[in-house]
């Protein structure tokens, strides 16, 4: 990790939207930071609102989300951009790896005019020639052979986990300061799997690129991560150095998450996390967790569910009454294979 100003920060990021039901809260009050040269992941199950956290980043949420807070990246404040500054921010600053490599191209367009496209979009000064020039080396830099061949296919004409290099490739061309993951791998097989992330790793070592991967399976980013961050209910549960928290979790759920993931070092039994998460229509006055907690107090239903810092612990926050500084119960953690 570099130092200097953070490429990512949301500070009391509220997401909500208007539904037939009421109002929807997709993101309740999230902050965390990214530094320079940074690999950070989100985690947690499906709609714990780590995509959203991404999407708001880019400012592609749906039309009609209402976002709260404020978002900074690379020193701009994307909450009120509009019209050529919000598609210039999008084209160059930050970009995207989505979930499905076969739907984040287009199938009637070749694989060259997608990336030279790309490239003059971040940079309108390129000639065609120039661009198809730096889509060729951004191709041979994230693994892919023959690349003059690739620049001529077409979509589907290419294996999934080429397809998947060849997005990530797409996003290189702009020279982001920030890639943005959402679940980049899990379209694919655990072999290719292994090789994005180490893609992934290399690219952060090589360009210094600050990363974001959204993911629900702690043990894939286990390795490529610095730092983790833990949400559930649209809300920061845990965040620390990647290391630390998976062998140490100071909340419940992400201890939940962990005994849910498949071992095969252990071959221990997997555990189910009972129940479900609430309804982002919910409302929510203390732990989101607790009905599905069984450390569960009292004062959970009532207490703040603001992460804190812990105790003689740098860098690590935690919205568990029962481990953060001044609460009831702090200074007992929570252990990942309990007694």
């Not at 180490?198 to 690129?209: A, I, P, W």
Request: glycine share 8%; hydrophobic share 40%.
């Amino acid at each position: 990790m570099t130092g200097g100003a953070d490429i990512l920060r949301l500070d009391s990021v509220g997401v909500s939207v208007t539904t037939t039901g009421g109002t929807a809260e997709l993101l309740r009050d999230v902050s965390f930071r990214v530094a320079p040269g940074e690999v950070v992941a989100l985690a947690g199950e499906s709609g714990s609102g780590k995509s959203t956290a991404l999407l708001a980043a880019l400012r592609l949420l749906a039309p009609g989300a209402r976002v709260s807070g404020s978002i900074v990246v690379d020193g701009e404040d994307v909450v009120p951009m509009r019209g050529k500054r919000l598609r210039r921010f999008r084209a160059h600053t930050a970009r995207m790896v989505f979930q499905d490599p076969w739907r984040a191209l287009h199938p009637l367009h070749s694989i060259g005019r997608q990336l030279v496209e790309s490239a003059r979009a971040a940079d309108p000064t390129l000639s065609k020639a120039d661009a198809r020039a730096l889509a060729a080396d951004m191709l041979t830099r994230v693994g892919i052979p023959e690349p003059a061949a690739r620049l001529r296919a077409y979509p589907h004409e290419v294996s999934g986990g080429q397809l998947q290099r060849i997005v990530i490739a797409m996003a290189l061309v702009a020279s982001p300061s920030l890639l943005l993951c959402d679940e980049p791998t899990t379209a694919l097989d655990v072999t290719t799997q292994a090789q994005i992330l180490e893609l992934l790793q290399q690219l952060n070592s090589d360009l210094g690129l600050s990363i974001v991967i959204a993911t629900h399976d702690l043990d894939v980013i286990a390795d490529v991560a610095d730092r983790l961050i833990v949400m559930y209910a649209g809300a920061v549960a845990e965040e620390g150095p990647t290391e630390q928290v998976m062998a140490r979790p100071q909340h419940p759920y992400t201890l939940s998450l962990l005994r849910a993931a498949p071992d095969r070092r252990s071959g221990h039994q997997l555990a189910a996390i009972e129940g479900r998460p609430p309804s982002p229509l919910a409302t929510i006055t203390g732990c989101p967790f607790a009905p599905r907690c069984e450390h569960r107090r009292d004062v959970c239903a009532t207490a703040p569910i603001t992460p804190a810092p812990l105790a003689d612990q740098p860098g690590r926050r935690s919205a568990c009454v029962r481990v953060t500084a001044g609460s009831a119960g702090a200074g007992r953690p929570i252990e990942r294979t309990p007694v």
